[in-house]
């Protein structure tokens, strides 16, 4: 699972060229998405790293407890955005 | 294995490949070269070859969750909270080089569904009882269109990876919440409540098996309800963001509780105005993230150079978020930010930048007065903009994308045509726009000459030259043509000729209303065109003519389906007078149910999915409070009724007048019998391939080979032949008028547009072989005004002749596509050559012509070798599109087209 988590497209450097592929910020060399994290990681804000998630039995769900209604939303949705964002430590 | 119809032909004497004018030299000849792209629009342009049409949820998860919390605001208000909501969370995404920055999402090639105009696809996907009540038109489009394999498309899943709509990847891990999305839409979106409405019209059930069975090709209510029109940049380039706001503000206070004398829309001002502010602040919010991502890139770079561009792309967009543009760099982004919003706020192709050259003009005339720019910094932006209008993606259907648009967008940006005094508007930065469509060679935007005989010499010869690098744009529109029917059209809203001057063209070729501006920069005074016009190509969207031929041949039962589609006639068809009323009765009733079924479709749309942003842009807003929803525009009498395979139809009717009703070389049973025997070929299915070129025959027989080498000898349309000239002008002075028996939902009449984009491969798919000698399942002509592939055999001025027999000004466009060789226009004189043939259509009443320059030996090395030519560019019917994005069928039309080697 934590390797699952730390994958290239789960960086801020990390720029999404399509479903695949992107350009690391920092090399400025194509990569691919799904590939281990390098060593100048920087963790994307997502929903799966904030504690307002929380998963669901449904795989590739869950719930944001940010909003009273508890919004169903998605672990990989981009979260820089969202102002209720909290990392988890 | 049977003889292939390529043999066949040949021994008939009508060769497939047909050269007019000489022979192509043996050895393959390629296009004149012009330079090259700047390295970094070099580099981006790569980028672009190598990325995959990418799809993601986050714009429709955000627009969902705050649409659904706002249960109980005004649809408007609802909306437009809704919208701002979704702009203000987009992710950012800055790619290393780019100058101009911002995309539709987070990816460099990316696009998003919007299942609240239909949600179908996905609940088909998963839920059995929604895929049954869809078991509808759309369905059967979707499965007769097919897209290229190569390029961007994701035609299939692999890895973490599932294609959407034969198309567009999405990562494994998005697709739980775009279905969940989709569910959340279901008996909501516009697709699903109009559905419910649509089944009040009494035509109905016609209109379901008109879809069922392609003689249409698709619903525009909720497909591509907007497009095909000119986008307006006048208002964020005059006020800025904050003035547009501030002008909401003060509108809203001077019409709070106030009718203003309009009992019906008078009080929705308010609303109107205030959701524009919310609207425009979401806008606010998006671009400022990206300024935001700019600034962290600028302080992570380490190289300076780069650094420095990122601090500028901050800089810029801080500036536009609030502010009217300074200079030329800002006006730019400003212009192409403003079109990615109005994409992102609705499903459009043919979103077009209209007459850029001339917009942009003041800030470059200023610019470089001030020494603040040259010629060779404006033309590598105007090359990053090609790349950046490039990687939009429209996100539809199977049906609509693959078949109709061949995965193209239709950004058109016209140029030359008058300025509001009547003098010629092309311009220096017009020449600039030229030399980077030539030296980036780009899908998007394609180039239009607006040609007029005021026009310079100097500019037409580069537009000339950028023809002859195999580009395939620009294409050449009629200025007079499109003035004449901007007149007829919309002299009843008040059009004038002044105000005629300013149309463009909105999608490949559909002309558009405009209206001038007066645009201020630095105390200095500028009248700059901007789109006026409603959506066109809304309202009958593609009927197939073949299609219905033969329907009105066979009683009104489909032959491929078995399908009753019309009443049965229960007529002989003894003579041909009987035949042609049996089509305008069926044509008739075909375009009344369509024309009702789609205005309950727009009006759903209108009542639930108003555009606010679009309206923003180009309605009379400051003035009226008015959105397009409440005729807010200046000119809204813009739905029409497209045809597809006019030429089909036209030699089939003279096929059918010649060898069955005047030289009875034929009865009309043994020809419809041969129709039905596919003229002794197999069917298009069993050959598994709709290509004209894999066609083969299904024995030795012969059984029906002297009925269709008689059909095949029969005068075909496109050489000057009176016979078959008289037909056509027949149809046309039928059809034009009779469009406007039809009134859109606007309560104003419709016209004709006559236009194939793609629609010709699908809808040919759908028909059985026609009585001009066409095999079933094989493409119909293409365009309207184009000959059928190979039969234009007495050079391209016979063709001239054949399409001016009517008067063009009656329609909305027309289309006439010409394949030439290089060798054919090699050089200055053969510039010269190329703009003379121009003019002489022009000059005799002609409104568009388009060049494929290629030699079709490159085009067939290409199908060879698909991967050694991802940057061929053709040019299909009304846009130009990388080879290997386009389906084989389509591929094989464009090949067989008669190929002019000389003038």
Redo the contacts between chains.
């Keep these: 699972m934590n390797k699952q988590l730390r994958r290239h497209c789960d960086c801020r450097n990390y720029a999404p060229v399509d479903v695949v592929k992107g350009i690391c910020h920092r090399t400025k060399q194509l990569i691919l998405g799904d590939e281990d994290q390098c060593e100048q990681y920087a963790q994307l804000d997502k929903c799966k790293y904030c504690e307002h998630f929380a998963a669901a039995e449904e795989e590739f769900m869950g719930s944001c407890s940010a909003d009273a209604a508890k919004p169903w939303t998605y672990p990989d949705l981009i979260a820089i955005t969202c102002a209720s964002f909290k990392g988890r430590d | 294995m049977g003889k292939k119809l390529s043999e066949v032909l040949e021994q008939s004497g009508l060769s497939m490949n047909f050269e007019a004018g000489g022979s192509a030299p043996e050895s393959m000849v390629c296009r004149e070269v012009s330079d090259q792209p700047s390295p970094r629009a070099q580099k981006l342009r790569e ?1 672009y070859y ?6 993601t ?2 714009f429709p ?1 955000w627009y969902t ?1 705050f649409h ?2 706002l249960d109980g605001e005004l649809p408007i208000m609802r909306r437009a909270l809704a919208l701002k909501e979704a702009f ?9 080089g780019e100058l101009i920055v911002m995309g539709r999402t ?5 696009s998003y569904p919007m299942p609240w105009l239909s949600e179908g696809y996905y609940m088909a996907k998963e839920d059995e009882l929604h895929k049954a009540a869809m078991a509808t038109g759309g369905a059967s489009a979707d499965e007769l269109s097919k897209f290229g394999t190569g390029g ?1 498309n ?1 035609t299939q899943s692999f ?3 599932v294609s959407l709509a034969g198309k567009f ?9 775009t279905l ?1 999305i989709a569910r959340e839409w279901v008996n909501k979106s516009v697709d699903d409540v109009c559905r419910k409405y649509e089944k009040m019209v009494p035509e109905y059930p016609i209109k379901e098996s008109i879809m069922r069975n392609v003689v249409c090709i698709m619903d525009s209510g909720f497909t591509l309800p907007q497009g095909r029109e000119v986008i307006n940049y006048y208002y964020p380039l005059q006020y800025g963001f904050d003035g547009i706001i501030a002008i909401c503000e003060k509108r809203k206070a001077e019409v709070a509780g106030r009718a203003g004398g309009d009992g019906i829309t008078g009080m929705n001002r308010l609303y109107n105005y205030e959701a524009i502010k919310v609207v425009v602040e979401g806008i606010q919010a998006w671009i400022e ?1 990206y300024a935001k991502e700019a600034r962290r ?1 600028e302080e ?2 380490t190289e300076p150079v780069q650094k420095q561009e990122y601090r500028e792309i901050a800089e810029r967009l801080e500036w536009i978020a609030h502010n009217p543009p300074r200079n030329f760099r800002e006006a730019i982004q400003l212009c192409w930010t403003a079109h990615l919003a109005v994409l992102n706020e609705d499903v459009a192709s043919g979103m077009s930048p209209g007459r850029m050259g001339q917009i942009l003009f003041p800030y470059f005339e200023q610019d470089k007065e001030k020494g603040a720019i040259d010629d060779r910094e404006v033309l590598e932006w105007l090359q990053l903009q090609r790349v950046k209008f490039t990687c939009i993606d429209v996100f539809g259907s199977a049906g609509v994308v693959g078949g109709v648009l061949s995965g193209n967008t239709f950004n058109n940006l016209s140029m030359g045509g008058l300025q509001r005094n009547g003098q010629p508007a092309a311009n220096e930065l017009e020449k600039l726009i030229i030399e980077a469509g030539k030296r980036c060679v780009t899908t998007q935007p394609t180039l239009s000459v607006m040609y007029d005989e005021k026009l310079p010499e100097e500019f037409l010869l580069r537009a000339i030259e950028c023809n002859k690098t195999g580009t395939g744009y620009p294409a050449w529109m009629n200025n007079r043509n499109a003035m004449d029917f901007m007149m007829r059209q919309y002299g009843r809203e008040g059009m004038t000729v002044e105000e005629a001057r300013a149309w463009s063209v909105g999608g490949c070729l559909e002309s558009s209303p405009g209206s001038w501006y007066e645009l201020e920069l630095n105390g200095r005074k500028y009248s700059i065109p901007g789109g006026s016009g409603q959506p066109t190509s809304v309202g009958v969207h593609f009927l197939g003519l073949p299609k219905i031929l033969e329907l009105a041949l066979f009683d009104g039962v489909d032959q491929r389906t078995g399908e009753r589609v019309f009443p049965a006639h229960g007529k002989k068809l003894e003579t041909y007078e009987e035949l042609w009323e049996q089509f305008q009765d069926y044509f008739r009733m075909a375009v009344d149910c369509l024309a009702t079924a789609n205005n309950i479709q727009h009006d759903i749309w209108r009542k639930q999915n108003m555009s606010i942003f679009t309206s923003m842009l180009k309605a009379r807003w400051i003035e009226s409070g008015r959105l397009i929803h409440e005729m807010g525009y200046k000119y809204n009498g813009t739905y029409n009724v497209e045809s597809c395979g006019t030429v089909t139809l036209v030699n089939s009717l003279v096929a059918l007048k010649k060898v069955v009703y005047e030289d009875r070389e034929a009865s009309l049973d043994e020809l419809k019998e041969a129709i039905r025997n596919n003229f002794g070929f197999k069917t298009a299915e069993e050959v598994k391939s709709y290509s004209l070129a894999d066609q083969e025959k299904r024995d030795e027989s012969g059984a029906y080979d002297r009925i269709h080498y008689l059909v095949l000898s029969a005068p075909k349309y496109g050489n000057d032949d009176r016979y078959a000239d008289v037909v056509m002008q027949q149809w046309e002075e039928w059809f034009c008028p009779m469009c406007s028996e039809f009134e859109s939902l606007y309560g104003l009449p419709m016209y004709p547009c006559q236009i194939s984009v793609s629609t010709h491969a699908p809808m040919g798919a759908a028909t059985v072989a026609t009585p001009d000698g066409r095999l079933a399942g094989t493409t119909f002509s293409d365009g309207s005004m184009s000959a059928y592939a190979g039969t234009d055999r007495n050079g391209p001025y016979a063709l001239f002749n054949s399409a001016t027999v009517w008067d063009h000004t009656m329609s909305q466009n027309s289309q006439m596509n010409l394949k030439v060789h290089p060798t054919a226009i090699h050089g200055l004189e053969g510039s010269k050559k190329l703009l003379e043939l121009t003019r002489a259509y022009m000059r005799k009443g002609g409104f568009h012509i388009q060049y494929n320059v290629v030699d079709s030996k490159l085009l067939r090395a290409a199908q060879r070798e698909q991967e050694k030519y991802r940057d061929l560019v053709v040019r299909v019917a009304g846009f130009t599109q990388y080879w290997c994005e386009i389906g084989k069928p389509i591929q094989d039309e464009v090949v067989a087209r008669t190929e002019y080697e000389g003038m």
């Design positions: 980028l190598n990325t995959l049409s990418s799809a949820s986050e998860y969750r659904k919390a203000a969370h987009l992710t950012p995404t800055i790619y290393p987070h990816h460099y090639r990316g961007g994701v890895g973490g990876v990847g999405m990562r494994q891990e998005e697709v739980p919440a969940r993230n890139l992570l770079e």
